[in-house]
Each structure stands twice: as structure tokens, then as C-alpha cells.
């Protein structure tokens, strides 16, 4: 049994710089990963099936277009091609992040099962080759590849990591409803930003907030206009006790509020979560060189 951990993205700041000539939006984003995430487990089969359990499961009731079942078929026909001894594996797949929900979901669990066969497999492919091969199922699929903070450009293929790039101590908060990225990208409507601002050298909180104090998310407010809920989540945050910077992930609605240590995050979390019980919310750290689960 081989298991890989399916860390939750966060795009700390995200501008939408343009659009390509496929509909697709070009982007400037920091990115950096939380120790909340799906947890995935594969062995050894004959065929290639995907089990998903953990409290999010039910929203997933298509094992078909399963984002990370559909990663495995491709890494399994680009390694294999027809060869009929080709190996399977029994994917399970333990579902804690909610779904369409900004914080990269399906493109984490692709990209764990990508890592996950690589190894059970033992294909050895770099990075970059699983990137390429996960890039046409997803755009985020080769920033949560590397799951460790990172400037993404393009759609998400032109990757830069950030080294050095402090420790955040976040709360997380999902407001209950699932965001269409289509959909938010799409009432854009053709508003472009300049690229974000040079971001080598960030190092320690102070100079991070400083730095995305003066960057935002374009998908923000497209998102609160189609699902104004997330504007609650973000004010829920800002009320809290020393919240640095509160924005939205993504494409939302799930939304981040960062804190100047981890106990003022849990804090945080405990009293959002005592005055909104239908919400999800969980007080996380982001690593400096990829995260794993507490
Ligand atoms: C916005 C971001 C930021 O990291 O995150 P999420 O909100 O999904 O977490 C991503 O760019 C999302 O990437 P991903 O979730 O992989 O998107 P995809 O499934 O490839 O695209 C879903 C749809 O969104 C639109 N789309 C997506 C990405 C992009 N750069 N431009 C777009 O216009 C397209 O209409 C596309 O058909
Ligand atoms: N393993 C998966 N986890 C989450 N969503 C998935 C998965 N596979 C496919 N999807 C589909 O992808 C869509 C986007 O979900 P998700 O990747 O969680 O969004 P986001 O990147 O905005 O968090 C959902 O509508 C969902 O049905």
C-alpha cells in the first residue's frame, strides 16, 4: 500500500491577466499548500477501480468523471499503451476537502494518484513529465504536482518556486456552497490586471502580508456577486482577533483569513465555527517545502 496526502492549494493572491485564443484565462498566482487535505491509498489490482469515503464522499457520487480515477487511466495508457499485462491498481481515496471549492480538490487527488502509480508502479517519471500529462485534465494539476509554495503563470504550467517562503498559520473557511470556476472566470467579461508584483525574497509574515496587502484575487468579487454567502465568510474572518489578511482561494468560495501564530488561527476557527455550524472550517499551517497532514 503506497499513500500520498492531497494537500489543500491556496492561491495567496491571484490576477487574471488575459485570455488565450482556447477561452482559457491566463493567470498570475502565489500559491502555497495547508496540512488539510484528502487523504489517497493505492495498491496493487488486476484493474484500475476508486473507492471514496471520508465526509465529502457523498458529493462525489461519479466514480467516471472522478478527476484522479481519470489521471490514473491516462498515466496507466501513456506507460503501458495496449500491453495487456498493463498493471491496475484499487485507488481509495479519503474525500475531507469540500468539493469545487477553490482549494484545488480534484486537482490535488489527481495529482496524488499521479504521484501515488508513479511510485507503485515504479514508472520514475520527474516531475515534469506527470506534469505535462496531468496539464490537459487540469489546470491545477501541476501546481499541487509540486504541493510547496510557488508563482504559477500561464494556466497554471509555468511554474516558479518561491524558496524560503515563510510558514502561514491560516484559518480556512468554506461557506457551504460549490462555486463554478466556468462560471466565475466567465463574468470577467474580458477585465485583465497587470502581472503581481515581484515576489523573490519574501521571507518572514511581516513581509508576506506586506506583499499581498498589495495584490488581491480578480475572482473574488465575480464570485461574492454570484454567491454573496462568501462575503460573509469574509467578513466572519476579518472580525476575528488578530486576522492579518483575510481573501478568497481560487475561484471560491472557500476562503482564508491569516494569523501571526497558530493559536490566535485556532481561536479563530473555534469561535467562526461556534456562530456558523453549517459552515467548514479548519485552522491549518502551510510548510516551506510542501506540507503533510498533522
Ligand atoms: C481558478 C483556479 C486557480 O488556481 O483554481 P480553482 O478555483 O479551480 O481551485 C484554477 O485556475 C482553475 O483550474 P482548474 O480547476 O484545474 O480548472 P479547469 O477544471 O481546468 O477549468 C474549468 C473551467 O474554468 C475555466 N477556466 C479555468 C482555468 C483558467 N485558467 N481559465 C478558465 O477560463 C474554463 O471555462 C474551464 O473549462
Ligand atoms: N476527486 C475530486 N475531488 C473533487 N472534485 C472532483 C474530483 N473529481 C472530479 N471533480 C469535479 O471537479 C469539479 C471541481 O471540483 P474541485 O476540483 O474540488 O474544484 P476547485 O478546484 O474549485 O476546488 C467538481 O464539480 C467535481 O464534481
Redesign the pocket.
Same mark, same amino acid.
Given at each position: 500500500m503506497i499513500s500520498e496526502f492531497a494537500a489543500a492549494?491556496i492561491?495567496l493572491a491571484?490576477a #487574471?491577466t488575459g485570455?488565450?485564443s482556447d &477561452?482559457?484565462?491566463?493567470?498570475d498566482?502565489l #500559491?502555497t499548500f495547508a496540512d488539510a487535505g484528502d487523504r489517497f491509498d493505492v495498491r496493487s489490482a488486476p484493474d484500475l477501480s476508486l473507492e471514496v469515503t471520508g465526509p465529502f464522499a457523498a458529493d462525489l457520487q461519479d466514480d467516471a468523471s472522478n478527476?484522479a480515477l481519470l489521471a490514473a487511466e491516462r498515466l496507466r495508457a501513456a506507460a503501458f499503451g495496449e500491453d495487456v499485462a498493463a498493471p491496475g491498481a484499487v485507488l481509495i481515496l479519503e474525500k475531507a476537502l469540500p468539493v469545487? =471549492? $477553490? @482549494? *484545488? !480538490? !480534484? =486537482?490535488a487527488d489527481a495529482a496524488a494518484a499521479l504521484r501515488a502509480l508513479n511510485r507503485l508502479w515504479g514508472l520514475d517519471w520527474p516531475l515534469e513529465r506527470l506534469a505535462s500529462l496531468g496539464l490537459r485534465?487540469? %489546470?491545477? @494539476?501541476p501546481?499541487c504536482l509540486h504541493g510547496r509554495p510557488l508563482r %504559477?503563470r $500561464? @494556466? &497554471?504550467e509555468d511554474i516558479g518556486l518561491l524558496k524560503g517562503f515563510p510558514r502561514l498559520d491560516l484559518v480556512l473557511v468554506n461557506p457551504g456552497v460549490a #462555486?463554478?470556476? %466556468?462560471t #466565475?472566470? *466567465?463574468a470577467l467579461a474580458g477585465r485583465f490586471s497587470p502581472p503581481l508584483p515581484v515576489a523573490a525574497g519574501l521571507r518572514g509574515l511581516d513581509a508576506a502580508i506586506t506583499w499581498l496587502g498589495a495584490a488581491s484575487n480578480d475572482?473574488q468579487a465575480p464570485a461574492i456577486a454570484a454567491a454573496p454567502v462568501i462575503g460573509e465568510a469574509l467578513a466572519a474572518l476579518r472580525q476575528t482577533d488578530d486576522c492579518r489578511l483575510a481573501r478568497m482561494? $481560487?475561484? *471560491?468560495a472557500t476562503c482564508f483569513g491569516i494569523y501571526a501564530d497558530a493559536e490566535s488561527a485556532r481561536a479563530a476557527a473555534a469561535s467562526i465555527s461556534a456562530a456558523r455550524q453549517g459552515w467548514w472550517v479548519r485552522s491549518v499551517a502551510t510548510g516551506p517545502s510542501g506540507s503533510q497532514p498533522t
Amino acid at each position: 500500500m503506497i499513500s500520498e496526502f492531497a494537500a489543500a492549494k491556496i492561491n495567496l493572491a491571484l490576477a #487574471v491577466t488575459g485570455r488565450r485564443s482556447d &477561452g482559457y484565462h491566463l493567470l498570475d498566482t502565489l #500559491v502555497t499548500f495547508a496540512d488539510a487535505g484528502d487523504r489517497f491509498d493505492v495498491r496493487s489490482a488486476p484493474d484500475l477501480s476508486l473507492e471514496v469515503t471520508g465526509p465529502f464522499a457523498a458529493d462525489l457520487q461519479d466514480d467516471a468523471s472522478n478527476l484522479a480515477l481519470l489521471a490514473a487511466e491516462r498515466l496507466r495508457a501513456a506507460a503501458f499503451g495496449e500491453d495487456v499485462a498493463a498493471p491496475g491498481a484499487v485507488l481509495i481515496l479519503e474525500k475531507a476537502l469540500p468539493v469545487a =471549492s $477553490g @482549494i *484545488g !480538490g !480534484g =486537482s490535488a487527488d489527481a495529482a496524488a494518484a499521479l504521484r501515488a502509480l508513479n511510485r507503485l508502479w515504479g514508472l520514475d517519471w520527474p516531475l515534469e513529465r506527470l506534469a505535462s500529462l496531468g496539464l490537459r485534465l487540469g %489546470a491545477d @494539476i501541476p501546481m499541487c504536482l509540486h504541493g510547496r509554495p510557488l508563482r %504559477a503563470r $500561464g @494556466i &497554471g504550467e509555468d511554474i516558479g518556486l518561491l524558496k524560503g517562503f515563510p510558514r502561514l498559520d491560516l484559518v480556512l473557511v468554506n461557506p457551504g456552497v460549490a #462555486v463554478s470556476t %466556468a462560471t #466565475v472566470f *466567465g463574468a470577467l467579461a474580458g477585465r485583465f490586471s497587470p502581472p503581481l508584483p515581484v515576489a523573490a525574497g519574501l521571507r518572514g509574515l511581516d513581509a508576506a502580508i506586506t506583499w499581498l496587502g498589495a495584490a488581491s484575487n480578480d475572482l473574488q468579487a465575480p464570485a461574492i456577486a454570484a454567491a454573496p454567502v462568501i462575503g460573509e465568510a469574509l467578513a466572519a474572518l476579518r472580525q476575528t482577533d488578530d486576522c492579518r489578511l483575510a481573501r478568497m482561494s $481560487g475561484s *471560491g468560495a472557500t476562503c482564508f483569513g491569516i494569523y501571526a501564530d497558530a493559536e490566535s488561527a485556532r481561536a479563530a476557527a473555534a469561535s467562526i465555527s461556534a456562530a456558523r455550524q453549517g459552515w467548514w472550517v479548519r485552522s491549518v499551517a502551510t510548510g516551506p517545502s510542501g506540507s503533510q497532514p498533522t
